[in-house]
Each structure stands twice: as C-alpha cells, then as structure tokens.
C-alpha cells in the first residue's frame, strides 16, 4: 500500500509527492516525519540535485490535518506543533543545500500554501488557489507565512490576505510575487519536471552557493553581503565546476558540470 508519501528517483533530481488525497494533503504527524526525512535524505544524496515538491489528487495541501487529536482545548500546544512539524519542516526546506521546486495545482490553503512559499521556485497553475485559512479558524498565518508574505508580496499585500483569508489565483500570486510563475493548469507538472531536469544540469556548488547567499540577503546588509559573495567567489573560483563552465565557453561547446 502506498504511504502518505510518494517518492520517485529521475535522472539526476527527486520527486516527492504528498500522498493523502482523501484529504486534500492535510499533513499529520507521520507525513510530517516522512517528509523531513525524504528531504535530508535528498540533500544528503550526490545523485540527487533538485528536488520537486507536488501533491497526489486535486489540490496541492490543506495545511494541518485539523482532525489530528489534541489541536484543540486548554491542553492544546499548538506551539509544539509548529515546532516538532511545520518549523521543522520549512527549515529543512530553506536549509536544503539543493533548490526545492514547488508544483501547485487546485488548493493550497493554510501551512500548505506557507511551504509553497518556502520553496525555491514555486509554479503554480493559473486556477490554483491559495488561501490564507487560518483567520477563518481563528489562528494566524504560520509556517513562515507572516514572513514570507511580508517578503515576497510586500506588507500592504501580506495584511489583506493574512486578515481577510481570502484565496487568490494562481496567476493573482504570480503577480504579487508570491511564486515564480503561473502556467494553464494541464501544464504545471511538466514544466516543473522540466525545470528540475534544468537544475540537475547546474553546477550544484554554484546553486547551493546561490541558495545560500540569496537567503543570507534578506538579513545581511550591502556590505555584508558584498563580503559573503566576495568569499563565496573566491571558492567557486577553485571548482572543477567553474573551470569546466570557462573551458565549455572558449570552446564554444556545452558544459558539463559534476557537481565539484
Ligand atoms: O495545529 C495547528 O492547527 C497549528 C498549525 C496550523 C497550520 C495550518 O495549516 S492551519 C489551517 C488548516 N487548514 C485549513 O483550515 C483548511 C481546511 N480546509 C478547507 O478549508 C477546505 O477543505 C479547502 C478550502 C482547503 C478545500 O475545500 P474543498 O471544498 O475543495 O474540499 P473539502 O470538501 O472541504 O475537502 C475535501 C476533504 O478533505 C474533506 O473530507 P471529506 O468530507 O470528503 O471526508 C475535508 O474534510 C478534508 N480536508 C480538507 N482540509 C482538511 C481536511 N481534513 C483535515 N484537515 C484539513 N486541513
């Protein structure tokens, strides 16, 4: 029998599909852990270079399977919820040293829609929809997503949705910048698809680098960052990578990079 998670090894990049489609993808505990493990799994793995996040059925994720036991009452600890599942698990998706590809289609509501934003380049369908849901149960937008709508949609834009819970398009959240692109919905797996056979391709120090520094920026300072590329460079300069990507130009041939 199929588990809460399906996993797929392609040429050079993983597939990782949420399997709980009876519930839209609600995530509980055990899709929690395997999950988490998959990712360390696929950032440990030389032979994997990318990853590609999608969910099995007609949406994307509902957030929190809210029919786990004890999310509700005095003895409730919706912290350690966060903490042991959610927090954990867009961690390990901003700490991946590898880029996360997110593939969204029909709904992803609530923390589903925050790990879609965690991502590293999200595609969305053109009709998906994304929904802020926690106001609607009386929780607030978690999971990173005061964050990540903060930054990526802006503040005027992040209050709207966090307080009215309305759901937006995929296109509306191309547009406010909340994910890379939305494409017709008979479209998104294989673009995804076709994105991670991209990234395989990449040299992977240079993308982890990247990864890393881009994240390092919407902290660090000017100067600060100047610093962190300068030293960065100053690495990438020695690869085996790099100097197959120079070699590759002057003989006006394609390269190929071994990920060193
Ligand atoms: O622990 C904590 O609470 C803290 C962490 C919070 C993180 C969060 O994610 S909080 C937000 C949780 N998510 C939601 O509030 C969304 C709840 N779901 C919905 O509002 C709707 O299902 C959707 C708008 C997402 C989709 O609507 P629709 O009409 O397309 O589908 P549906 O019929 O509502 O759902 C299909 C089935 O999935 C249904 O089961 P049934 O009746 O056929 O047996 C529904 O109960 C189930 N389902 C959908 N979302 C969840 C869920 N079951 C458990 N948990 C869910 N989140």
Known sequence: EAGPLLVEQRQGWRKLTLNRPQKLNAFDAALHATLCDALEDAGRDPACRAVLLSGAG????????????????????????????????????????????????????????????????????EDARFAQAFIRIGLIPDSGATWTLTHLAGPARARALAMLGDPISGSEAAAMGLVWRAVPSDAVMGEAEKLCDRLARLPAGALAATKRALAAAESNGFDA????????????????????????????????????
């Open 58 to 125: 007609r949406g994307f994720c509902a957030g929190q399977d809210l029919a786990e036991p004890g999310l509700t009452g005095q003895e409730a600890d919706l912290g350690a919820v966060l903490d042991r599942g959610w927090n954990r698990l867009v961690r390990t998706i901003r700490d991946l040293p590898k880029p996360v590809v997110c593939a969204v289609h029909g709904v992803a509501a609530g923390a589903g829609a925050s790990i879609a934003f965690a991502c590293d380049i999200t595609l969305a369908a």
């Open 225 to 260: 960052q100047l610093a962190l590329e300068a030293q960065m460079q100053r690495e990438l300069g020695r690869s085996a990578d790099y100097a197959e990507g120079v070699a590759a130009f002057q003989q006006k041939r394609a390269a190929r990079f071994e990920g060193a």
